[in-house]
């Protein structure tokens, strides 16, 4: 496969070979003779061919086989060719696990580490557990009492009320939403040049925190966001869980061909379909057949046919009857304009302005009313589907027939509701026939998210080219227990993780270790990351007291550059920063716009949302210390948290050391070292001698959060001792 496939894969079948499956491999070849005969390696013209001494005939060219990998085919061949199943797709197996055994995740990681010869780390302690924890599944931080009540309830459910308190929490919701926005490419704004902002966007972000909070299954979960307006009975929710679909660009430029737009759109659809929930790439399909995995490009445009009938559709799903009526009728008049247009563009490319133009009238004014948009399936004039050549949406080959919606046949076939496949019946089969890989694919991702790397490393793609698992028997076994006894359940696979010894073990490295598993594939300890950029703002502002903690609503505008807002293509940045408390909401609230995202997030590795995100990559360089240190944002959290330290009642005698103290504790969930409180207190003493004798200096860095009767040197020389706790390594880092 490794050296075969360039020429004899999916985008070349050189002599009409292919060697991506073994259905493929024993297929005829363009000397009508197929290449592999099952126990017969003397008689198979493969052989004869890594074998030739002739340079003429040898294959493959470049790189000859060695000897050893000739004789391994060899004996291939001659035991019958046999080819396992690729491990993605096989039956999940959940093998019954030894009388004893306490926890299956303990006994999975912890039977490869002994095989291995490795010892596991210790456990971490309390402290660092419930800071893990807190920023795990709520993304925000422990109070100080919260720690100390940890820390000191040694009861046996101790941990698990705590787990279970913080699943419980509304704050849980927006953490784990976070995740899942990033695989639906969630923006606030359509994209491309002109870059319009999405008033009702933030309703589908709401529904995701709904939906987690209450623990919607997974596979109610997929069908309500692929097939919503398909459910029987459907609600005004089932329909906002169609935006999922929205979240794809639209091109409101003038003169665009709206039907490329659209084609464009359902492209993006089934890519997306293909990373969030079969963790495949399947994108290249579009114009050829996969080059490394058996997926034709037929396939392809079978799935093309589910999103190939379902267009934009809107509503006023939160009016009064009556009101709703009203601005119905009053959108419909620009509606039949538009519709007009695109019945007369199909013969009239010069009406291509006006249309997007009426387009954008038509954006403006359902803004202005408060429309939600949607999507609904059409149940008339039904679009026909073709493959496309070489991907071209103005190619279409009529002449090889119709294609028929249904899944690629690499995974099981589906079992319809009706003749003609729907996208209900296609999100029915995600979650039965093909609910093997896709419970894999979930598993390792919540597994990434609570330890910051998966089992299986390449999260977008669980096909050939993808490693295998590290863990590839821990994996099957979650994946089989989430459906079958989890019931999908995304609460208890995260209480299932979080309740092993694994999960709980300490992040520091080891010396002994170094050589053996410096990248701890074996799971010897737990790692240690850079929170994600949302959840670093939002720790600054609680520990600083600014968080303003309120759930969902439309999003809102922290202060960016003024040169990050006017990026855009449209002249007017639109409406200015927030002000008040909307000011300090958390990250996921955060207007997103494509073209102009928040400065602060991409320094810390946000996405773009321009492609489905499941995993994001952690860098670390110079642009993010400067940024939490300088950035008005994070200098206003500085200040909040200087104002919040000077407002406690401390001990008079020990008033800097009792501050410098419960900083410490207030941000790093830990108590402090002597040599932390001395190092802090010289650097009081050094801001106070300075900002004494430079007044000026010290109102402008204590700027708005001034603590009442307090001397702005005293003030300031606090706001530097804020800033640097603030810009440590241990704030920004889950241990």
Same mark, same amino acid.
Not at 104 to 128: E, M, N
Not at 245 to 254: D, R, S, T
């Given at each position: 496969?490794?050296?075969?496939?360039?020429?004899?894969?999916?985008?070349?079948?050189?002599?009409?070979?292919?060697?991506?499956?073994?259905?493929?491999?024993?297929?005829?070849?363009?000397?009508?003779?197929?290449?592999?005969?099952?126990?017969?390696?003397?008689?198979?013209?493969?052989?004869?061919?890594?074998?030739?001494?002739?340079?003429?005939?040898?294959?493959?060219?470049?790189?000859?086989?060695?000897?050893?990998?000739?004789?391994?085919?060899?004996?291939?061949?001659? +035991?019958?060719?046999?080819?396992?199943?690729?491990?993605? /797709?096989?039956?999940?197996?959940?093998?019954?696990?030894?009388?004893? #055994?306490?926890?299956?995740?303990?006994?999975?990681?912890?039977?490869?580490?002994?095989?291995?010869?490795?010892?596991?780390?210790?456990?971490?302690?309390?402290?660092?557990?419930?800071?893990?924890?807190?920023?795990?599944?709520?993304?925000?931080?422990?109070?100080?009492?919260?720690?100390?009540?940890?820390?000191?309830?040694?009861?046996?459910?101790?941990?698990?009320?705590?787990?279970?308190?913080?699943?419980?929490?509304?704050?849980?919701?927006?953490?784990?939403?976070?995740?899942?926005?990033?695989?639906?490419?969630?923006?606030?704004?359509?994209?491309?040049?002109?870059?319009?902002?999405?008033?009702?966007?933030?309703?589908?972000?709401?529904?995701?925190?709904?939906?987690?909070?209450?623990?919607?299954?997974?596979?109610?979960?997929?069908?309500?966001?692929?097939?919503?307006?398909?459910?029987?009975?459907?609600?005004?929710?089932?329909?906002?869980?169609?935006?999922?679909?929205?979240?794809?660009?639209?091109?409101?430029?003038?003169?665009?061909?709206?039907?490329?737009?659209?084609?464009?759109?359902?492209?993006?659809?089934?890519?997306?379909?293909?990373?969030?929930?079969?963790? #495949?790439?399947?994108?290249?399909?579009?114009?050829?057949?996969?080059?490394?995995?058996?997926?034709?490009?037929?396939?392809?445009?079978?799935?093309?046919?589910?999103?190939?009938?379902?267009?934009?559709?809107?509503?006023?799903?939160?009016?009064?009857?009556?009101?709703?009526?009203?601005?119905?009728?009053?959108?419909?008049?620009?509606?039949?304009?538009?519709?007009?247009?695109?019945?007369?563009?199909?013969?009239?490319?010069?009406?291509?302005?006006? &249309?997007?133009?009426?387009?954008?009238?038509?954006?403006?004014?359902?803004?202005?009313?408060?429309?939600?948009?949607?999507?609904?399936?059409?149940?008339?004039?039904?679009?026909?589907?073709?493959?496309?050549?070489?991907?071209?949406?103005?190619?279409?080959?009529?002449?090889?027939?119709?294609?028929?919606?249904?899944?690629?046949?690499?995974?099981?076939?589906?079992?319809?509701?009706?003749?003609?496949?729907?996208?209900?019946?296609?999100?029915?089969?995600?979650?039965?026939?093909?609910?093997?890989?896709?419970?894999?694919?979930?598993?390792?991702?919540?597994?990434?998210?609570?330890?910051?790397?998966?089992?299986?490393?390449?999260?977008?793609?669980?096909?050939?080219?993808?490693?295998?698992?590290?863990?590839?028997?821990?994996?099957?076994?979650? +994946?089989?227990?989430?459906?079958?006894?989890?019931?999908?359940?995304?609460?208890?696979?995260?209480?299932?993780?979080?309740?092993?010894?694994? /999960?709980?073990?300490?992040?520091?490295?080891?010396?002994?270790?170094?050589?053996?598993?410096?990248?701890?594939?074996?799971?010897?300890?737990?790692?240690?990351?850079?929170?994600?950029?949302?959840?670093?703002?939002?720790?600054?502002?609680?520990?600083?007291?600014?968080?303003?903690?309120?759930?969902?609503?439309?999003?809102?505008?922290?202060?960016?550059?003024?040169?990050?807002?006017?990026?855009?293509?449209?002249?007017?940045?639109?409406?200015?920063?927030?002000?008040?408390?909307?000011?300090?909401?958390?990250?996921? /609230?955060? &207007?997103?716009?494509? #073209?102009?995202?928040?400065?602060?997030?991409?320094?810390?590795?946000?996405?773009?949302?321009?492609?489905?995100?499941?995993?994001?990559?952690?860098?670390?360089? +110079?642009?993010?210390?400067? +940024?939490?240190?300088?950035?008005?944002?994070?200098?206003?959290?500085?200040?909040?948290?200087?104002?919040?330290?000077?407002?406690?009642?401390?001990?008079?005698?020990?008033?800097?050391?009792?501050?410098?103290?419960?900083?410490?504790?207030?941000?790093?969930?830990?108590?402090?070292?002597?040599?932390?409180?001395?190092?802090?207190?010289?650097?009081?003493?050094?801001?106070?001698?300075? /900002?004494?004798?430079?007044?000026?200096?010290?109102?402008?860095?204590?700027?708005?959060?001034?603590?009442?009767?307090?001397?702005?040197?005293?003030?300031?020389?606090?706001?530097?001792?804020?800033?640097?706790?603030?810009?440590?390594?241990?704030?920004?880092?889950?241990?």
């Amino acid at each position: 496969m490794e050296k075969c496939s360039s020429c004899h894969g999916g985008v070349k079948k050189t002599a009409g070979l292919s060697v991506l499956s073994r259905e493929l491999l024993l297929a005829d070849t363009d000397a009508d003779e197929p290449s592999v005969i099952p126990g017969d390696a003397a008689g198979s013209e493969l052989i004869r061919r890594v074998s030739s001494s002739d340079v003429d005939e040898r294959m493959p060219p470049d790189e000859p086989l060695s000897q050893s990998e000739v004789q391994l085919l060899r004996r291939w061949i001659d +035991a019958g060719a046999s080819w396992p199943e690729h491990w993605a /797709y096989r039956p999940l197996v959940r093998n019954a696990l030894p009388a004893g #055994t306490t926890h299956p995740i303990d006994y999975f990681v912890l039977s490869q580490l002994s095989q291995a010869g490795v010892w596991p780390s210790p456990k971490a302690d309390r402290p660092t557990l419930i800071r893990r924890l807190f920023l795990d599944l709520t993304g925000l931080l422990p109070s100080t009492r919260e720690v100390a009540a940890f820390v000191r309830d040694r009861s046996p459910t101790a941990y698990d009320d705590l787990v279970n308190g913080l699943l419980g929490s509304e704050h849980y919701g927006e953490r784990w939403a976070r995740h899942w926005l990033d695989e639906a490419r969630y923006a606030d704004s359509e994209g491309y040049e002109k870059d319009s902002v999405k008033s009702d966007a933030y309703h589908f972000r709401d529904w995701v925190i709904r939906a987690i909070n209450e623990d919607m299954p997974f596979d109610e979960f997929t069908k309500k966001q692929i097939a919503g307006d398909l459910l029987p009975d459907r609600t005004s929710d089932d329909l906002l869980a169609t935006k999922f679909h929205l979240q794809a660009q639209f091109n409101l430029e003038g003169g665009v061909d709206s039907e490329e737009d659209r084609t464009k759109r359902v492209i993006d659809r089934i890519n997306t379909v293909g990373t969030v929930w079969l963790a #495949t790439t399947i994108g290249c399909c579009q114009c050829h057949d996969h080059p490394y995995d058996p997926i034709a490009q037929g396939d392809y445009y079978a799935l093309y046919a589910f999103f190939n009938n379902f267009d934009l559709a809107a509503d006023f799903l939160d009016d009064p009857p009556e009101d709703a009526e009203q601005k119905r009728q009053q959108r419909m008049k620009h509606w039949n304009v538009i519709a007009d247009l695109s019945r007369r563009q199909v013969t009239d490319k010069n009406l291509s302005f006006e &249309l997007q133009g009426k387009l954008t009238n038509l954006r403006t004014l359902d803004n202005k009313l408060g429309v939600t948009r949607f999507l609904l399936e059409r149940t008339s004039d039904r679009r026909k589907t073709y493959v496309f050549r070489r991907g071209d949406f103005l190619q279409p080959l009529v002449a090889e027939g119709e294609v028929a919606p249904g899944p690629p046949r690499l995974w099981p076939p589906m079992k319809p509701t009706s003749w003609h496949a729907s996208r209900l019946d296609f999100a029915n089969w995600l979650t039965a026939e093909a609910a093997p890989i896709v419970a894999r694919v979930r598993v390792n991702r919540v597994w990434m998210h609570l330890f910051g790397r998966p089992l299986a490393a390449q999260t977008i793609d669980f096909g050939s080219r993808g490693e295998l698992p590290s863990h590839p028997e821990l994996l099957d076994w979650l +994946a089989d227990w989430f459906i079958h006894e989890a019931g999908w359940s995304r609460k208890e696979l995260i209480r299932m993780i979080v309740s092993s010894e694994i /999960y709980r073990k300490s992040s520091d490295t080891r010396l002994d270790m170094a050589q053996i598993d410096a990248d701890n594939r074996l799971l010897w300890r737990q790692n240690r990351l850079r929170v994600d950029a949302e959840i670093l703002r939002d720790i600054c502002l609680d520990v600083s007291g600014l968080l303003y903690r309120e759930i969902g609503g439309p999003s809102v505008r922290p202060p960016i550059p003024t040169h990050v807002a006017k990026q855009s293509f449209v002249s007017n940045p639109g409406p200015p920063v927030s002000e008040g408390k909307d000011r300090y909401r958390r990250g996921v /609230y955060t &207007l997103c716009r494509r #073209t102009a995202i928040d400065p602060n997030l991409l320094t810390f590795d946000c996405p773009d949302a321009s492609a489905a995100t499941p995993r994001r990559e952690r860098s670390n360089n +110079a642009l993010q210390a400067l +940024a939490t240190l300088q950035n008005e944002v994070f200098l206003e959290a500085a200040q909040g948290f200087a104002k919040r330290l000077l407002c406690l009642d401390v001990d008079l005698e020990q008033i800097d050391r009792d501050r410098l103290g419960l900083a410490i504790q207030m941000a790093l969930s830990r108590k402090p070292e002597v040599f932390e409180v001395l190092t802090l207190a010289d650097l009081l003493a050094d801001s106070r001698s300075f /900002y004494r004798r430079h007044p000026e200096e010290a109102v402008r860095l204590v700027g708005p959060h001034v603590a009442e009767g307090v001397d702005p040197a005293e003030n300031a020389s606090w706001v530097v001792v804020a800033r640097t706790i603030l810009n440590l390594d241990e704030f920004i880092t889950r241990q």
